[in-house]
T-cell receptor, first 114, second 109 residues
């Protein structure tokens, strides 16, 4: 398996534009997580899905952020409209459902909003 | 709310020295994991500990889970430049992972 695949690796956009980040989890993994990493706040959980259903989105900063998982092999995180304070590295991770499971992370998308 | 606090936040040491990184919380976790993250990459799992008081060794790395399952430590013996990276602890509860604040380690040759 190629691991968790995220695209794009880098995204530079202007304030106010819509940004869509994409993630393909590892085949057979039931849970998918979106994280945001910054120097100031570290690695923050934004939302996670179990069997394609959003379970906890309490970490989503505000209504400008939305996430979908239309099927077991694809998820998106959308920011509309984007703001400079959204600049961060966004990670997607997947796990097999169950306790003490290992989270496999993608390489991340570095987002810069100017 | 940051559930897991790591210390120190930054650490720069000479090759061959020993070091310990701490992960503390007021919450009890069913398991605790340690990850290492290199620049431009996502975190990669090093170890999972599940039993209070458990000690696991991975070559020069020794991981310990506190008796009350609220804290953990990572000890590195004779650090090498290849150990450089961001070390993250993560507390598990259900199917969620709450990551610590991270310790950035630099080992100078």
């Amino acid at each position: 398996d190629a691991g968790v695949i995220q695209s794009p690796r880098h995204e530079v956009t202007e304030m106010g534009q819509e940004v869509t980040l994409r993630c393909k989890p590892i085949s057979g993994h039931n849970s998918l997580f979106w994280y945001r990493q910054t120097m100031m706040r570290g690695l923050e959980l934004l939302i996670y899905f179990n069997n394609n259903v959003p379970i906890d989105d309490s970490g989503m900063p505000e209504d400008r952020f939305s996430a979908k998982m239309p099927n077991a092999s694809f998820s998106t995180l959308k920011i509309q409209p984007s703001e400079p304070r959204d600049s961060a590295v966004y990670f997607c991770a997947s796990t097999q459902t169950g306790g003490h499971t290992e989270a496999f992370f993608g390489q991340g998308t570095r987002l810069t909003v100017v | 709310t940051q559930l897991l606090e790591q210390s120190p936040q930054f650490l720069s040491i000479q090759e061959g020295e020993n070091l310990t990184v701490y992960c503390n919380s007021s919450s009890v976790f069913s398991s605790l994991q340690w990850y290492r993250q290199e620049p431009g990459e996502g975190p990669v799992l090093l170890v999972t500990v599940v039993t209070g008081g458990e000690v696991k060794k991975l070559k020069r790395l020794t991981f310990q889970f506190g008796d009350a399952r609220k804290d953990s430590s990572l000890h590195i013996t004779a650090a090498q430049p290849g150990d450089t990276g961001l070390y993250l602890c993560a507390g598990g509860g259900g199917n969620q992972f709450y990551f610590g604040t991270g310790t950035s380690l630099t080992v100078i040759p």
